[in-house]
C-alpha cells in the first residue's frame, strides 16, 4: 500500500510539473469555443495559418473596443498572408447577446469566442482587456504578448522570418476578474471522493467501464489520474463528453454535457495535480447491474446479421436487414439495440419500410416510413412520447446502419432488435420525416460548405426529436423554423459536429410548428486538409451510402395534431 501511494504521489507531482511546464514554455494548450454567433473554433485548426492573433475582449470596455477596431484593421491587412485573428471574452459582465450587440454596434465583423468557464482566459494568462498575443502554429508557442501597437512588428517578423521584436506593455485596458485563479491555491481542496468521482459516474462511466466503448475503464483514481491530462484536453476542446448542441438553442432530455461550473471543478482538479485526498474510492467500489435490455425483455427480439469488425482500420458503414417476423400489425411503444459486443459496436440508425415498397433509394437515407429508434453508447433505448407510438406494419423491412470501431483485435458483433409493443392502440400515431437533398456536389479543398433541405407542414404538428446525420467531412448542423408570422427561431445548431456521435436530439418540451411553417435543414462540411478524418480532400463530393461519401439528412419525429390537440396546447 505504501509503495502504491508514492506512485500516485509521483505521478501527481509529475503531472503538475507538466502543466507548469506548460505554461512557463509560452506553448498554448488546444480549446475550443463558440463565437457570438454560434460558430466553433478550435484553436489548432489553425495549423495552416501562418500566424494566429488572440486578443482579450471585453464589451463594457472601450479601450478594448478601439484596440478590437484596430484588430479588425490589421486582420483586413493581413488576410492574404494567411494570418488568423480572434478575440476571446472571458467577461464575467458578458454574455453572447452583450457581445454580438456591442459589435454590431461597432460595425466590428471579427469572432469574439465567448470563455464562458474562464479556464482558456485563465490558461492565456488574459489580466486585461485589450492584451494581444501572437502564436506561432508551428509550436504554439507565443512569440509576442501586449499593446496591440507591437502586434504588426510581430507579424512581419514572423513573415519574414526573423526575430520577433520584444514585446509592448499594454498601455491602457481594463481588468478582468477571474475569481477561480484567485483561489487557485484552494482547487488542491476539491474532494475525489465527494465531487469528482460521482460526476464522472453520471457523466463518464457508462462509456469508461469494462465491455464499454470508451477506450479506457474509469476503474479507480489511479487511472484517471493516469489519463487526467487527456481528460483536460478533451473538455477545453469540448470532444468530450460527446454532446455537441449549442445550449443557446433548445433544451434536450439527453443532455450529456458538463455544465460551466461542473467543467470548472474538473479542470480546476486536474490542474492542482489531480489530488486523491482522503476518503473512499467511489470509482473502485462503484458497482452496477447493467441490464441486458434496458426497459425489460422486448416482446420481439430480432437477431441482426452477424458483422465481422476486424482489428484495425476504418470500417465503413454496414446496412444490414432484418424483417419483421409478425403476420400482423402492430404498435411501437419502444425499441431498443443489445449490442453483440459494446466495445466495437458505436452506433445504430434504424428505418423501416413495408412489404412491396423498396424501389430506388431504398438504402438509408431514403423516404421511408419512419425509424424505431437506434443505439450509441450509453443510451437505454427508445421509448417514445407518451400516449404515442409507431404503426409497425406486418413484414416490414428494418433497415439498419451500424458503425464499428476496431479495438485492437478482429470480433464479431451479434446484435439484436428489441421491440415493445402497445396493447392497445395509442391516442397519437408518431410520425417522421427526413429532410434530404441528394444533390449537392462539395467543392475540393474547401473548409466551409453549405447546403440545405427543407419541408413546409401542411398541417399543426409537435416535434419530439431531431436527428442530423452526415458523414467524415460533416462540420456543423442546425434545424431552423420559419414560422407563417414571419418568424424564425433555431431548433437545434450543433456548431461542431461529430461524425462519431450520431445523436438523437429529444426535445425537453415537444416543439409546436404551426401549419405552414417551413422548416429548414442545413449542413456544412469541410472538405480541407485541416479536416483529420477527410478521406480526399482532392475530390469534389457527393451524395452516397459510405462514409467517403457525404449526406445532408435530417430525421425528425413529430406527430400531427388534432382539433383536441390544439386546443390543449393552445392551452398551454
Known amino acids: 500500500m505504501h509503495r502504491?501511494?508514492?506512485?500516485?504521489?509521483?505521478?501527481?507531482?509529475?503531472?503538475?510539473?507538466?502543466?507548469?511546464?506548460?505554461?512557463?514554455?509560452?506553448?498554448?494548450?488546444?480549446?475550443?469555443?463558440?463565437?457570438?454567433?454560434?460558430?466553433?473554433?478550435?484553436?489548432?485548426?489553425?495549423?495552416d495559418a501562418s500566424a494566429v492573433v488572440l486578443m482579450a475582449h471585453a464589451s463594457s470596455c472601450q479601450e478594448a473596443q478601439h484596440a478590437a477596431g484596430a484588430l479588425e484593421n490589421l486582420a483586413e491587412t493581413y488576410s492574404?498572408?494567411?494570418?488568423?485573428?480572434?478575440?476571446?471574452?472571458?467577461?464575467?459582465?458578458?454574455?453572447?447577446?452583450?457581445?454580438?450587440?456591442?459589435?454590431?454596434?461597432?460595425?466590428?465583423?471579427?469572432?469574439?469566442?465567448?470563455?464562458?468557464?474562464?479556464?482558456?482566459?485563465?490558461?492565456?494568462?488574459?489580466?486585461?482587456?485589450?492584451?494581444?498575443?501572437?502564436?506561432?502554429?508551428?509550436?504554439?508557442?507565443?512569440?509576442?504578448?501586449?499593446?496591440?501597437?507591437?502586434?504588426?512588428?510581430?507579424?512581419?517578423?514572423?513573415?519574414?522570418?526573423?526575430?520577433?521584436?520584444?514585446?509592448?506593455e499594454l498601455q491602457q485596458g481594463c481588468t478582468v476578474s477571474f475569481p477561480e485563479q484567485e483561489l487557485r491555491s484552494s482547487h488542491a481542496n476539491i474532494s475525489y471522493t465527494d465531487t469528482i468521482a460521482p460526476l464522472l459516474i453520471e457523466k463518464c462511466l457508462a462509456c469508461h467501464r469494462p465491455g464499454g466503448i470508451g477506450p479506457w475503464v474509469m476503474s479507480d483514481h489511479t487511472m484517471v489520474l493516469g489519463f487526467s491530462l487527456m481528460m483536460r484536453e478533451v473538455v477545453r476542446t469540448q470532444r468530450m463528453p460527446p454532446w455537441h448542441a449549442d445550449p443557446h438553442h433548445g433544451n434536450f432530455k439527453n443532455d450529456r454535457s458538463l455544465s460551466v461550473e461542473e467543467k470548472q471543478t474538473l479542470v480546476h482538479w486536474i490542474e492542482a495535480g489531480a489530488p486523491r485526498g482522503e476518503g473512499v474510492d467511489p470509482l473502485a467500489d462503484f458497482v452496477h447491474d447493467w441490464p441486458e435490455w434496458g426497459l425489460g425483455t422486448p416482446d420481439v427480439v430480432l437477431d441482426i446479421p452477424t458483422q465481422v469488425v476486424p482489428a484495425s482500420g476504418v470500417v465503413d458503414y454496414q446496412y444490414p436487414t432484418v424483417t419483421n417476423p409478425l403476420d400482423h400489425d402492430v404498435w411501437v411503444r419502444a425499441a431498443d439495440i443489445l449490442p453483440g459486443d459494446r466495445a466495437a459496436l458505436h452506433h445504430v440508425i434504424t428505418t423501416f419500410r413495408p412489404p412491396g415498397q423498396g424501389s430506388g433509394r431504398s438504402r438509408f437515407g431514403g423516404r421511408g416510413s419512419g425509424g424505431l429508434g437506434g443505439y450509441v453508447p450509453g443510451s437505454t433505448g427508445s421509448v417514445y412520447p407518451e400516449n404515442t407510438g409507431r404503426l409497425l406494419p406486418a413484414r416490414s423491412t428494418i433497415r439498419l446502419q451500424m458503425h464499428y470501431t476496431p479495438y485492437g483485435r478482429e470480433t464479431t458483433d451479434n446484435s439484436q432488435l428489441g421491440i415493445y409493443l402497445h396493447k392497445e392502440p395509442p391516442l397519437h400515431r408518431l410520425g417522421g420525416t427526413t429532410l434530404i437533398n441528394f444533390r449537392f456536389r462539395i467543392p475540393p479543398h474547401t473548409k466551409a460548405h453549405t447546403a440545405k433541405a427543407e419541408r413546409v407542414f401542411k398541417d399543426d404538428v409537435l416535434v419530439y426529436s431531431l436527428l442530423p446525420h452526415s458523414h467524415y467531412r460533416g462540420k456543423a448542423s442546425n434545424f431552423v423554423a420559419f414560422y407563417p408570422n414571419g418568424e424564425e427561431e433555431i431548433l437545434l445548431s450543433v456548431p461542431n459536429y461529430d461524425f462519431n456521435w450520431q445523436t438523437t436530439y429529444r426535445l425537453e418540451t415537444p416543439k409546436f410548428l404551426p401549419a405552414g411553417t417551413r422548416l429548414v435543414h442545413s449542413t456544412t462540411w469541410d472538405n480541407s486538409s485541416q479536416n483529420p478524418a477527410n478521406p480526399d480532400p482532392n475530390k469534389e463530393v457527393r451524395w452516397g451510402q459510405q462514409s467517403w461519401a457525404e449526406m445532408l439528412f435530417g430525421s425528425v419525429t413529430y406527430r400531427t395534431l388534432t382539433d383536441t390537440d390544439r386546443e390543449s396546447v393552445a392551452a398551454d
Not at 37 to 44: K, N, P, Q, S
Open 4 to 47: 502504491h501511494n508514492r506512485l500516485i504521489a509521483v505521478t501527481a507531482a509529475l503531472l503538475a510539473l507538466c502543466l507548469a511546464g506548460s505554461i512557463n514554455a509560452n506553448v498554448v494548450d488546444n480549446f475550443e469555443l463558440l463565437d457570438q454567433r454560434g460558430y466553433a473554433h478550435e484553436l489548432y485548426y489553425l495549423s
Open 80 to 168: 492574404t498572408k494567411g494570418v488568423e485573428v480572434r478575440l476571446i471574452n472571458s467577461s464575467l459582465d458578458d454574455d453572447r447577446a452583450t457581445i454580438r450587440a456591442a459589435m454590431e454596434a461597432e460595425e466590428n465583423g471579427l469572432a469574439v469566442l465567448v470563455d464562458d468557464t474562464q479556464l482558456i482566459g485563465e490558461s492565456l494568462e488574459f489580466w486585461q482587456a485589450g492584451e494581444a498575443l501572437v502564436i506561432d502554429p508551428t509550436t504554439w508557442r507565443t512569440v509576442y504578448r501586449g499593446d496591440i501597437d507591437g502586434v504588426t512588428a510581430s507579424l512581419d517578423a514572423i513573415l519574414g522570418g526573423v526575430p520577433v521584436p520584444s514585446s509592448i
